[in-house]
């Protein structure tokens, strides 16, 4: 099954909801290494995203990940703004003027988004960011999309279960990367709230595109 427009609104609308349940758990998690505000701009951000699709219902795939990234850029402050929002940006890129996603499409926006990411944070793997979640997540959506028959739903949900294992990783990791970093070796023993997001994300996507 190919993955319309209307599939991704509602996986979009399926993360405001995932991001709302998990705001306490992400506030905690930015609290123990950050500044405790990474909750709350992520509810922030993607309570903009659902009253921006609201407002104006997009036709395409492209556009409901371009009206994702304006709302989180627009809404969202610090570094999680620009991050996910230049992550769903490039992904609605990469997506083109396709009007339905297949299994390569969705690999070749995720990889689009992890390569966004890593130009505007200069994160790199095991630095403890969103990146330790979201590269296994691109690989992972490639491999599956190589796979013949392989579907939308499929690619995701290979995606989100990297991206699991991967946030696991940070919980040890020692923080090279934003304000984490001023903790040293403190930092490590804590799961990255930004990779937890990702995850968050992934599941919800994967959850929508799945459940037909």
């Not at 570094?79 to 690999?107: I, K, N, Q, W």
């Not at 959506?141 to 990297?162: D, F, K, Q, Y």
């Not at 940070?170 to 930092?187: C, E, N, P, Q, W």
Request: negative net charge.
């Amino acid at each position: 099954m190919s993955c319309t427009t209307q599939h991704v609104i509602a996986a979009m609308r399926s993360a405001v909801n995932s991001v709302s349940e998990h705001r306490d758990e992400l506030v905690e998690l930015d609290r123990a290494i950050g500044d405790g505000d990474h909750g709350e701009n992520m509810e922030r951000g993607f309570l903009a995203v659902r009253n921006q699709l609201e407002i104006t219902v997009p036709e395409s795939p492209a556009a409901t990940l371009k009206s994702v990234a304006t709302s989180l850029i627009s809404s969202v402050g610090g570094a999680s703004g620009p991050l996910f929002g230049t992550a769903f940006l490039r992904a609605s890129t990469a997506v083109g003027d396709a009007e339905t996603l297949d299994g390569p499409t969705v690999a070749a926006a995720l990889r689009a988004a992890l390569d966004g990411v890593v130009a505007r944070g200069k994160a790199e793997r095991e630095d403890k960011t969103m990146v330790d979640a979201l590269a296994p997540a691109a690989e992972a959506a490639e491999a599956a999309s190589a796979t013949a028959g392989s579907a939308p739903a499929a690619v995701l949900r290979a995606a989100a279960e990297a991206a699991e294992t991967g946030a696991r990783t940070t919980v040890s990791l020692i923080a090279k990367k934003g304000r984490a970093s001023y903790l040293g070796d403190r930092s490590a023993g804590h799961l990255d709230p930004g990779a937890r997001s990702v995850v968050l994300l992934l599941n919800a996507f994967a959850d929508v595109t799945g459940a037909e």
